[in-house]
């Protein structure tokens, strides 16, 4: 089930899209403010972004602008503004495309699922952002993908920021310290504890039996590190 994170100060137009979407099999949050929009991103972790140009308290173009820095999930900016020029200047923020108020829920689902589909079933370029010298497992930065054996696999925010630190370091042991620091910018609830869970989980996804790892070693008493085998 995908998550839709809903960023829309009008009331009835967010209530609108979110019982839509709910019943077209999404899993929706919504947030009435760009704040409350900031904690959902970290804490909701969504698949894609719904985001209102025009917000109370945050700039519509300047949330965008964080969002992006931050993750290549795709963002789906609306708005009452029409003009080219508004367009543009939200594409070229980093939206990955935009919708015109007023428009049907239908359109506006069909949107989403074309931005879903099109971050879900990207297969990285033959010339890859970082070179790997065992294809097996394979992490995009641009797009935030993890791919196992060219298969996409699907990760939680902080389950690829982990797993992008161990990669581009191998052999490097940190400590679950370091790697709560890697992800504590994210997810402020984040624990020790939790790392482990994140380990655990990311053994689940790549490994082929994650009670014996070929990949995320254990080092007993100090912390975790990554081989290619």
């Known amino acids: 089930m995908s998550k839709v994170l809903i960023i829309e100060d009008d009331l009835s137009i967010g209530e609108m899209m979110s019982i839509y979407l709910y019943e077209e099999g999404y899993q929706v949050m919504r947030a009435e403010t760009g704040r409350q929009g900031e904690t959902l991103f970290r804490d909701f972790e969504p698949d894609v972004i719904v985001l209102d140009i025009m917000l109370p308290d945050v700039d519509g173009i300047q949330l965008c602008t964080h969002f992006r820095s931050a993750s290549m999930i795709p963002i789906l900016m609306v708005s009452a503004?029409?003009?080219?020029s508004d367009r543009v200047r939200g594409l070229q923020t980093g939206a990955?495309?935009?919708l015109c108020k007023p428009f049907s829920m239908r359109e506006l689902a069909a949107r989403l699922q074309a931005l879903l589909r099109r971050s879900h079933v990207f297969v990285p370029p033959t010339a890859q952002t970082e070179e790997s010298p065992d294809p097996i497992v394979h992490l995009d930065f641009e797009k935030r993908c993890l791919?196992?054996?060219n298969k996409l696999i699907e990760?939680?925010?902080s389950e690829f920021e982990i797993m992008k630190l161990l990669w581009q370091n191998q052999g490097r042991v940190y400590s679950r310290e370091e790697l709560l620091n890697r992800v504590r910018g994210f997810d402020s609830y984040v624990t020790e504890r939790a790392i482990d869970v994140h380990i655990a989980n990311l053994r689940k996804k790549i490994e082929i039996d994650p009670k014996e790892p070929k990949y995320i070693k254990t080092v007993w008493g100090v912390?975790?590190?990554f081989l290619f085998s």
């Open 147 to 149: 791919f196992v054996q």
């Open 81 to 84: 503004k029409s003009e080219v």
């Open 223 to 225: 912390g975790y590190k």
């Open 96 to 98: 990955d495309d935009y």
């Open 155 to 157: 990760t939680t925010f």
